[in-house]
């Protein structure tokens, strides 16, 4: 096991999504198993500052309790105990509803993946997967490795971790144990199958998977090339962009109107910026705490390749904007 080609994977991963600022603070979310442990372990020698923390339930009495201690001991985990739930859905709400007001990331992994992928599909008939991001704002940095490659890493690098024994009574257990094993006689790349079903938005630009899998109403996004996709609830059509800015323009929830010659109005482009500064448009939307989620559908005021205005942001002589709803 090449223990520094795998943080160099979880690095690629965490920068590409933006999961983590370099350097920057995050508390995981640890059970003491491997993955869990991996994350800590690996993140920390990436240079992050790195705490962690461990939602004891106490629903396998000793076993529970050493599973605490272990993290405690060994992860310097900080413990907090959370009972008097009994389903799935029931725990992992109460983990997710601690530290609410820090970074937190979880070890979930590529295996956890295609559990996930699994038991949608039967129970949903969608095949939707684990987010690199959540609403919350949890992280999954380990979502390129399998599992198994985080039991290697920890053996390689000479850290302990635990097995939880009630992991073949859950539904990712029982899919972990009986059905992905039926899957693999059928099939020998059943698991990376599975991860290419999840992605049949793989093959479309990244703007119009990230449009479909909004859970806004109302999204906007800009294709380039003088082209938007737009999609209002279940109907999803394609626009010709920018808006020319004469009296007013609606765009999604935003009214602009000016009487400047020469205004349009469009999306956010990766390196935009305000006109006669250096300050660019994704530092004003981070300022102004604009979430990822609401940036690419967030109105543009623009002469030619200028930002002159950003709505409900940064205002410009003669132009008014006003958000409805």
């Not at 993290?71 to 009972?83: P, Q």
């Not at 999306?267 to 004003?284: F, H, N, S, T």
Request: some cysteine; overall charge negative.
């Amino acid at each position: 096991m090449d223990t520094e080609a795998l943080r160099a994977r979880i690095e690629e991963h965490v920068r590409r999504h933006e999961l983590i600022p370099p350097g920057g603070d995050v508390t995981c979310l640890v059970s003491g198993g491997a993955d869990s442990t991996c994350l800590c372990h690996a993140l920390r020698t990436l240079g992050y500052r790195v705490s962690a923390l461990h939602v004891d339930h106490g629903l396998r009495g000793d076993e529970s309790a050493a599973d605490a201690r272990f993290c405690r001991e060994t992860l310097g985990a900080e413990l907090v105990e959370a009972g008097g739930a009994t389903t799935e859905e029931e725990l992992r709400e109460l983990r997710y509803a601690v530290a609410t007001d820090r970074l937190r990331a979880t070890g979930h992994t590529a295996s956890d993946q295609v559990e996930t992928i699994l038991y949608r599909l039967v129970s949903s008939g969608r095949a939707t997967g684990i987010k690199v991001r959540r609403e919350d704002g949890v992280v999954r940095p380990l979502l390129p490795l399998w599992r198994e490659e985080t039991e290697a890493y920890c053996r390689a690098e000479g850290l302990e971790f635990r097995i939880d024994s009630s992991n073949r009574e859950t539904k990712r257990g029982l899919i972990r144990e009986e059905v992905l094993p039926l899957l693999r006689q059928l099939h020998p790349a059943a698991d990376e199958n599975l991860l290419r079903a999840l992605d049949e938005r793989a093959l479309l630009p990244p703007a119009v998977a990230e449009l479909l899998a909004s859970v806004a109403g109302s999204k906007r996004v800009d294709l380039g090339g003088g082209l938007q996709a737009v999609r209002e609830y279940d109907r999803l059509w394609l626009e010709h962009g920018p808006v020319e800015l004469r009296g007013e323009v609606r765009w999604g929830p935003w009214r602009i109107a000016s009487d400047l010659p020469g205004l349009r109005v469009r999306a956010w482009r990766p390196g935009d910026r305000l006109a006669g500064r250096r300050k660019k448009i994704q530092d004003v939307f981070v300022d102004a705490k604009v979430p990822r989620s609401e940036r690419e559908s967030w109105p543009l005021v623009v002469r030619g390749d200028e930002v002159v205005a950003v709505p409900g942001i940064v205002d410009s002589p003669g132009v008014e904007a006003v958000r409805e709803g």
